[in-house]
């Protein structure tokens, strides 16, 4: 679980920083909306933490531009978003929610609550909490980036874990080649459908038939259900 946390305040930001840290997740700190747009077009996260008030705009402003998809590395447009705040009246939380985002803490918080709301937002949308991932028996755990089948470790590289870890997160949903290759495979532009292939096919040969499926013309999708019940 990647977080790109957008906050100005150094105390706080680095007091989140560690408890998320500590949580195994991987935290990436920002300071201002440029360097977070930055951040997003070239690296990419699974969740945002957003504070409002920042030195160059409103923290409103990136999430409308993140809800629009005029943010590369969001293709999706669904980012998860949790607002930090000061700004506590019912008409601050209101500008937030209709705003696209998921959540809102109002500040000062508890570390608990925060670290609470962000496994609970992780959990609603990629039916993952941050740490391991079990489909079927092909297990990914995210802390220590081990993946297993049936309890045999699978070793893979990091291009193939990127795709996995995608695809596992975001079970049920067909994820285009698209944004396989701009999320997975950063740097390679030329040739990247092959390269994508590639990695896919090395990918099934090491994991086993049966939990990749292809979506002719469009992408791959990891099915929680087996089609047909079988294994
Ligand atoms: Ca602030």
């Given at each position: 679980?990647?977080?790109?946390?957008?906050?100005?305040?150094?105390?706080?930001?680095?007091?989140?920083?560690?408890?998320?840290?500590?949580?195994?997740?991987?935290?990436?700190?920002?300071?201002?909306?440029?360097?977070?747009?930055?951040?997003?077009?070239?690296?990419?996260?699974?969740?945002?933490?957003?504070?409002?008030?920042?030195?160059?705009?409103?923290?409103?402003?990136?999430?409308?531009?993140?809800?629009?998809?005029?943010?590369?590395?969001?293709?999706?447009?669904?980012?998860?978003?949790?607002?930090?705040?000061?700004?506590?009246?019912?008409?601050?939380?209101?500008?937030?929610?209709?705003?696209?985002?998921?959540?809102?803490?109002?500040?000062?918080?508890?570390?608990?609550?925060?670290?609470?709301?962000?496994?609970?937002?992780?959990?609603?949308?990629?039916?993952?909490?941050?740490?391991?991932?079990?489909?079927?028996?092909?297990?990914?755990?995210?802390?220590?980036?081990?993946?297993?089948?049936?309890?045999?470790?699978?070793?893979l590289t990091a291009s193939e874990y990127s795709l996995l870890?995608?695809?596992?997160?975001?079970?049920?949903?067909?994820?285009?080649?698209?944004?396989?290759?701009?999320?997975t495979l950063p740097?390679s532009?030329?040739?990247?459908?092959?390269t994508l292939?590639v990695h896919?096919?090395n990918l099934?040969?090491?994991?086993?038939?049966?939990?990749?499926?292809?979506?002719?013309?469009?992408?791959?999708?990891?099915?929680?259900?087996?089609?047909?019940?079988?294994?």
């Open positions: 679980m990647k977080i790109l946390l957008i906050e100005d305040d150094l105390d706080l930001g680095n007091g989140v920083r560690i408890a998320l840290t500590e949580q195994g997740m991987e935290v990436v700190w920002v300071r201002t909306l440029d360097d977070a747009r930055r951040s997003l077009e070239r690296d990419g996260c699974d969740l945002v933490l957003l504070d409002l008030g920042l030195p160059d705009g409103d923290g409103l402003t990136l999430l409308g531009q993140l809800r629009r998809n005029k943010v590369q590395g969001d293709s999706s447009g669904s980012l998860p978003v949790l607002i930090l705040s000061a700004r506590d009246t019912l008409d601050d939380r209101l500008a937030g929610l209709d705003g696209g985002a998921d959540d809102y803490l109002v500040k000062p918080f508890v570390l608990a609550e925060l670290l609470s709301r962000v496994r609970a937002l992780a959990r609603r949308s990629y039916g993952y909490d941050g740490e391991t991932i079990d489909v079927r028996g092909l297990v990914l755990h995210a802390p220590t980036r081990r993946v297993s089948v049936a309890g045999r470790t699978v070793e870890k995608m695809l596992m997160m975001r079970t049920d949903r067909v994820l285009t080649r698209r944004v396989l290759e701009e999320q740097g532009q030329t040739n990247a459908s092959n292939d896919m096919a099934r040969r090491k994991i086993g038939e049966g939990y990749i499926r292809t979506v002719r013309g469009i992408g791959y999708v990891i099915d929680q259900q087996a089609p047909g019940g079988a294994a």
